[in-house]
């Protein structure tokens, strides 16, 4: 009985030895400029291991050694950038803008888009002016 229990007992110990050291955590900011990005999506590529960025910008991201490949790192209004997962456990990624301007907006009933040409209805315009004009 005792022999039993000791080889249960070490076969506990061998495996979790085992699962301890197929698992990594790597972290690593997301920055732009020097500012945090928050809320920034980080996954790595091809499975549904992710996370996002707190608001230090910073990540943690628990994977297995047998996952590596690439993270993909992504943000609204900034270029999606992918990074190679090395034995490096600490990563800080700076995203640069898209340089994208928003010209104009048409805003529709149920969520249609449209070009304003192709409306067949009047179009209100409301320029920066009017939004930032303030009433005394």
Known sequence: MKRTVLLFYLIGLFITG??????????????SGGEPLIG???YV???SLGTVTDLDGAFTLPLSQ???GMLVISYTGYQTLEVA???????AV???????DLDEVIITALGVKREKKALGYS?????VEAL?????
């Open 132 to 136: 930032t004009a303030n009433k005394s």
């Open 18 to 31: 085992i699962s301890a050291q197929t698992e990594r955590t790597i972290q690593g900011s997301v920055m």
């Open 45 to 47: 590529k091809g499975t």
């Open 66 to 68: 047998a996952g590596e």
């Open 94 to 100: 700076e995203l640069s803008d898209e340089g994208l």
């Open 40 to 42: 920034a999506s980080i």
């Open 85 to 91: 997962i090395t034995a490096e456990n600490i990563y």
């Open 123 to 127: 179009v209100q315009d409301v320029g």
